[in-house]
């Protein structure tokens, strides 16, 4: 399967987790600032899917890159972690 989302060398840890509500894939979108410059408006993950609509909160960079903050945030699983827990 190709997954965008996948680094060449295989490392998980630079791919966005499918959505956790329906499984569609997920994309780092930046929202547009008020006078239009996309540089200045936020960033969230958000769900591929427009029947499902999931999306994580609004970060708003100030001058560093938050893709890896998002990321993180969005492949956080807390029910995985119970889940193994339970076996």
């Not at 295989?10 to 959505?19: A, E, I, N, V």
């Not at 708003?60 to 827990?85: C, F, G, I, Q, S």
């Amino acid at each position: 399967m190709d997954d965008p989302n996948m680094n060449a060398y295989g490392d998980d840890s630079d791919r966005l987790k499918p959505c956790p509500f329906c499984g569609a894939e997920a994309e780092i979108i930046t929202l547009e600032g008020e006078d239009g410059d996309v540089g200045i408006g936020a960033q969230c993950v958000q769900c591929t899917s427009s029947a499902c609509g999931a999306a994580s909160g609004l970060v708003y960079p100030l001058m560093d890159d938050v893709t890896d903050l998002l990321r993180e945030r969005w492949n956080k699983r807390h029910n995985a972690k119970v889940n193994r827990n339970e076996r």
